[in-house]
């Protein structure tokens, strides 16, 4: 199971995934010039897990929110009473998925 939570910065989006735990995965920060960029390996491409989120995200208005999203199975699980994971300062490391 992999939840993604999304926040967003003036330009620019940070998805970032946990694993079952809830340790942080992974961390996608994503400028916003004309359109998403998304720094996964899917990067290149023109859309990826993270870039589709981010639509999924804001038409749900659940950015910056701590709404976790099981993305492979659609579903939403609740934001943890505690927000301890939107530090600036995560380290910042890139997963495949
Ligand atoms: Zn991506």
């Known amino acids: 199971m992999s939840l993604y939570k999304m926040n967003s910065f003036p330009g620019w989006y940070r998805c970032v995934k946990f694993d079952d735990e809830l340790n942080v995965e992974a961390v996608y920060d ?47 699980k609740r934001p943890l009473e505690r927000e301890f994971l939107d530090e600036p300062n995560l380290t910042f490391k890139v997963a495949n998925d």
């Open 30 to 76: 994503m400028p916003v010039t004309r359109h998403v960029n998304c720094p996964c390996f899917q990067g290149n491409k023109s859309t990826c897990r993270h870039r589709t989120m981010v639509g999924i995200f804001e038409a749900t208005h659940r950015v910056n929110t701590g709404w976790f999203l099981d993305f492979d199975k659609n579903e939403w």
